[in-house]
């Protein structure tokens, strides 16, 4: 089966605590990419971060990073001293090279709410 | 902005009635990728259009279908509109499918589509 799974379903915390957002995904194929989105209140879906399955090592950017361990099968997008502008929802797919389309698999979502 | 537009930005429609929705792709992109995103819900592939030709298809039924016009811009229509067809539809486009491989995907705005 591919699957994502973020069992996060809301996230609140105060402006510059750091918070974690979990993803577990599942999929047979050894080949495949894994990717971060973030969708804000318009609706528009905007790319985070996009990294392939032979690549483990970490990524940061800026105030945001990423945890990539497939020995769990997890994917974990951290934000770093959070601002009210992160305020979203945060989508974790998984997009399986084996199938032509390459189709993103998405979880359910983490909604984040940041107070100030 | 991803320069991926869609058009209405909002729908209303009754039971058994019939929709098309349209997506205008990011210049120099030749694949259009549908997206289902019901509320509190992630994005489901409905199915994806490269060079004017189907290539992939979630699971949805055959009321659900699509065009790719020599332009790249694409359509979904929806026949015989269900209630639980009311959902955000969102189509990305990217560079490449099939044997090129695909590019990065570039999320429209969505069409909210309301059925009631």
């Known amino acids: 089966a591919q699957k994502v799974t973020q069992a996060q379903t809301e996230i609140s915390v105060v402006e510059k605590e750091d918070v974690t957002l979990d993803c577990v995904y599942e999929?047979?194929?050894?080949?495949?990419?894994l990717f971060w989105y973030k969708q804000p209140p318009s609706g528009e879906l905007v790319f985070l971060i996009r990294r392939n399955s032979f690549d483990e090592q970490n990524e940061i950017s800026g105030r945001y990073s990423w945890n990539f361990q497939k020995s769990t099968s997890s994917f974990n997008f951290t934000i770093t001293a959070s601002q009210v502008v992160d305020s979203a929802v945060y989508f974790c797919a998984l997009s399986p090279r084996m199938d032509s389309s390459y189709k993103l698999i998405f979880g359910s979502g983490t909604r984040l709410l940041v107070r100030p | 902005e991803t320069g991926v537009t869609q058009s209405p930005t909002h729908l209303i429609k009754t039971r058994g009635q019939q929709v098309t929705l349209r997506c205008s792709s990011q210049?120099?992109?030749?694949?259009v990728s549908w997206y289902q995103q019901a509320l509190g819900q992630g994005p489901q592939f409905i199915f994806q259009y490269y060079r004017e030709e189907e290539n992939g298809r979630g699971n949805f039924p055959p009321r659900f279908s699509g065009l790719q016009f020599p332009n790249y811009s694409s359509e979904l229509n929806v026949n015989a509109l269900e209630l639980d067809d009311s959902a955000l539809y969102l189509c990305?486009?990217?560079?490449?499918?099939?044997?090129?491989?695909?590019?990065?995907?570039?999320f429209g705005p969505g069409t909210r589509l309301t059925v009631l």
């Open positions: 210049s120099g992109h030749n694949t």
């Open positions: 990305a486009s990217s560079l490449g499918g099939g044997r090129e491989g695909l590019g990065e995907q570039f």
């Open positions: 999929t047979r194929d050894t080949t495949y990419y």
